[in-house]
């Protein structure tokens, strides 16, 4: 026998309210059949999700991260769910886009803004996915064009590189290099870097760590975030400084400012992503216009089909220096 979506339903249901017979009811079932599928679920998994002894029951260890780790399913599930329904009731085409959270800080919502003025026929869906998570999305067409930083190494994606951002210094406010107008890798390396995400990788952090390698600066010290705002976060806090897109210093923080970095070539790229041979007349309008809008140049050392653009020109926020001194 194998798991069922039921299985999930039940388990979430007698998870969320803590009782067997409020789950039942929630369900719409006898409470002994609710038992019943629990039990089967437990001994398929070999172990053993919720403690009946407790008053009022309570998950285990292992319930409460079989909870979190299929939360993201169902819920995923109900949007597909409520995605078909609009899909039909509204006659829609739709357009699922995935992106990492770096990118909604830049040009990508301007893009979207556009799009959805432009196409409001088109029923378009947002997933917040690492850029390696994209290629498995699109494949199994969960979305059909994805936002990210790192090329991916798929004969069956598509990657065209829209822009190459520049990278900023995020230090804490009080920090001695705050007042410096723009920071050498050299002097970043001797400071605790917060690099992020801690998983799956590769991933950006190895962008930034390469990036320090390649001028032979390996930090002194690294930490590991999950997340863009948890490293804020943990530079706020003055345990370290990091390295973010130009476009993250756009969100103004007292405790966190952003310097830039001397060197050239400390960019990050944002880069689209697609199936190969994807012929669809709604994604094809959708790159038009982000050819349109985010320039697209070809670059000669990047192999044959692929899509480059020379460093992109960034309005920097305020707290951000700009007139940089060597």
């Not at 039921?6 to 059949?33: D, G, W």
């Not at 979190?68 to 597909?80: F, G, K, P």
């Not at 936002?147 to 829209?162: A, Y």
């Not at 406010?173 to 400071?191: F, K, T, V």
Request: proline share 7%; net charge neutral.
């Amino acid at each position: 026998m194998t798991m069922e979506l039921r299985h999930l339903k039940y388990f979430h249901a007698v998870a969320e309210t803590l009782s067997f017979s409020r789950a039942a009811e929630r369900l719409h079932i006898a409470q002994p059949p609710l038992s019943r599928q629990i039990r089967q679920l437990e001994d398929l998994l070999g172990v053993e999700l919720v403690d009946r002894e407790s008053r009022p029951i309570a998950l285990t260890v292992a319930g409460k991260f079989f909870y979190e780790q299929t939360w993201q399913v169902l819920s995923r599930l109900r949007e597909i769910e409520e995605g078909t329904r609009r899909l039909v009731r509204h006659q829609r085409v739709w357009l699922g886009i995935g992106f990492v959270p770096s990118v909604m800080c830049g040009l990508l919502p301007q893009l979207i803004r556009r799009f959805r003025a432009v196409e409001p026929e088109v029923e378009t869906s947002f997933t917040e996915l690492l850029t390696m998570e994209q290629a498995a999305a699109l494949k199994l067409g969960r979305i059909d064009v994805g936002f990210g930083r790192l090329p991916i190494d798929d004969p069956d994606i598509e990657c065209v590189t829209l822009l190459r951002e520049p990278l900023l210094a995020a230090l804490p406010a009080s920090h001695p290099l705050a007042g410096r107008l723009a920071i050498p890798l050299a002097e970043l390396a001797r400071q605790a870097l917060v690099v992020y995400p801690a998983r799956p990788r590769p991933g950006y952090a190895d962008q930034v760590l390469e990036l320090f390698a390649r001028h032979g600066v390996p930090p002194a010290t690294v930490r590991e975030a999950n997340e863009m705002q948890t490293a804020l976060g943990l530079v706020a806090a003055g345990i370290g400084v990091a390295l973010v897109p130009a476009s993250v210093g756009h969100g103004r923080r007292d405790s966190v400012v952003f310097r830039p970095v001397l060197e050239a070539d400390a960019v990050s790229p944002v880069i689209m992503n697609c199936r190969r041979g994807d012929a669809g007349l709604v994604l094809a309008r959708f790159r038009a216009m982000a050819a349109e809008m985010l320039p697209l140049a070809i670059d000669e050392h990047a192999g044959a089909g692929a899509h480059h653009v020379a460093l992109a020109r960034h309005e920097l926020p305020d707290n951000v220096v700009t007139n940089v001194v060597t």
